[in-house]
């Protein structure tokens, strides 16, 4: 690829990223029941790179999904390709076991729900909901972000701490911080993602 062809395709690239980067339709982005986390559903992800992207986007798993048996998570790693530029993201999710034979349940649906977070991830790299998120996580307010979103902070939004749930990255609450300090739970999990079975050996 000669030079020429470079500069035109980091143009396309820009044109494209442009558009990805773009707000999401409001109401797109979702609070959990408590209000205090917010989210954008991964099938909007997919939408958004669809009608930007179309056939310049790809995403593929690498490697094999991995369980972590005493935290009752499974690891999900892929790589999303938008022309030349590759992210990479990894994603996990919780499973269940039956009781009498300490067998996974649903691993199928948990393995699906981890690639669906590592898609999340990766988009995420490319800026993709940034402007949507930022009301709602602390970097929002940052200067070197320069994200120019002229939205006020929810109200029903808590204020969030530095430290970042060990599954979803997303920032965790001073109220998150001290239930996982109260339960003596040294990995930091959001609420929603605190693994069941640590929860009941501190029970």
């Given at each position: 690829?000669n030079?020429q062809e470079m500069?035109?395709m980091q143009e396309?690239y820009n044109?494209i990223?442009?558009k990805?980067t773009?707000p999401?339709p409001k109401?797109t982005v979702?609070?959990?029941e408590?209000?205090d986390?917010?989210s954008?559903?991964?099938q909007?992800y997919?939408?958004?790179?669809?009608?930007?992207?179309?056939?310049?986007?790809?995403?593929?798993l690498v490697?094999?999904p991995?369980?972590?048996e005493k935290?009752?998570?499974v690891?999900?790693k892929?790589?999303?390709?938008i022309?030349?530029?590759?992210?990479e993201g990894?994603?996990?999710?919780?499973?269940?076991?039956?009781e009498?034979?300490l067998?996974?349940k649903?691993?199928?649906?948990?393995?699906?729900?981890?690639?669906s977070d590592?898609l999340?991830?990766?988009?995420?790299?490319?800026?993709m909901?940034?402007?949507?998120?930022?009301?709602?996580?602390?970097?929002?307010?940052?200067?070197?972000?320069?994200?120019?979103?002229h939205?006020?902070r929810p109200q029903?939004?808590?204020d969030?701490s530095?430290e970042?749930c060990?599954?979803?990255s997303?920032?965790l609450?001073?109220?998150e911080?001290?239930?996982?300090?109260d339960?003596?739970?040294?990995?930091?999990y959001?609420?929603?993602?605190i693994p069941?079975?640590?929860l009941?050996?501190?029970?």
């Amino acid at each position: 690829m000669n030079l020429q062809e470079m500069k035109d395709m980091q143009e396309i690239y820009n044109e494209i990223k442009e558009k990805l980067t773009d707000p999401f339709p409001k109401g797109t982005v979702q609070l959990n029941e408590s209000k205090d986390i917010a989210s954008i559903p991964v099938q909007a992800y997919i939408k958004r790179l669809e009608e930007v992207a179309g056939v310049f986007w790809s995403w593929k798993l690498v490697g094999d999904p991995v369980i972590y048996e005493k935290e009752y998570q499974v690891q999900v790693k892929g790589v999303l390709k938008i022309l030349g530029a590759e992210r990479e993201g990894i994603g996990f999710a919780n499973f269940q076991v039956y009781e009498d034979t300490l067998k996974i349940k649903n691993l199928k649906n948990a393995v699906l729900s981890a690639e669906s977070d590592a898609l999340r991830k990766a988009c995420d790299k490319f800026q993709m909901g940034w402007k949507d998120l930022a009301p709602y996580r602390k970097w929002g307010d940052n200067p070197a972000v320069n994200l120019s979103t002229h939205q006020e902070r929810p109200q029903n939004v808590q204020d969030v701490s530095p430290e970042k749930c060990a599954k979803c990255s997303k920032y965790l609450t001073q109220e998150e911080l001290q239930f996982l300090n109260d339960h003596q739970i040294k990995i930091k999990y959001c609420k929603n993602d605190i693994p069941p079975h640590l929860l009941k050996k501190r029970s």
